[in-house]
């Protein structure tokens, strides 16, 4: 548990201590009512099982049949969803850290929620999802694996999120943009999205003296350029791309 006085004062952050304990118990809930597949075999049919509904089913069923009835598709942990959680519940603790309503037995719970989110990612990343560009999820999986490394640093196991996760990112920022900048997916929406990987990745590697791609700064500079052209004129970002209704 990091030092109070590396934090930012509590009362500055969350100044409802009813507010902290509820975003405490939501983690604590999802991490002991949702767990996850643990051997290699189980994460990987997991993935299979998923990934053969949504290409079997949902991306050939017409928007009514979608709606109707979403409960076979398992997404609870596969592809997005656990990374999206390691890097919410990330911040999510940074926020309530110095909360008198967390005990140090729940910090614990909390990081270890942590851990589990990151093995689920890094086994399936080596076992059943090859590198592919474009490829904006598996892009956010990679820095979500870096996440992890940096909050569990010193442990044995960061040390296979840090190389997993240098491997995904270093992929996804040499191939998923054109050398102008912009995202080889051609979406405003991934292109931003994606940007923010890097940006966060290459932050990483500076405070934390990783070895990120060489080219990172570069593409960083040159995507983070094509976004102010993507702005709108008062400053925020379109939400524009294939998948959405316009």
Known sequence: RPPRSTLFPYPTLFRSEELAARVRDVMLSFLRTMPEPRSEADICAEWEYVEGLRNGFYNRAGRAEIMADETDIRYVWYDFQPASRIIHFLYAMYFIASSPSLSDADWEELREGIRRHARVIATGERKCSPLHSPGNHQSVRGLALLYAADFL??????????????????????????????????????????????????????????????????????????????????????????GYDL
């Open 153 to 242: 640093r010193g442990e044995a196991e960061a040390e296979l999120f840090l190389d997993e996760g240098l491997r995904i990112c270093n992929y996804h920022i040499e191939n998923d943009f054109f050398p102008d900048g912009v995202l080889r997916e051609l979406s405003p929406s991934s292109h931003i999205f994606e940007t923010w990987h890097v940006r966060d990745a290459f932050l990483l590697s500076q405070r934390c003296v990783w070895m990120l791609t060489h080219c990172a700064g570069e593409v960083l500079r040159r995507a983070s350029k094509f976004i102010e052209v993507l702005n709108c004129p008062d400053g925020l970002s379109p939400v524009i791309t294939a």
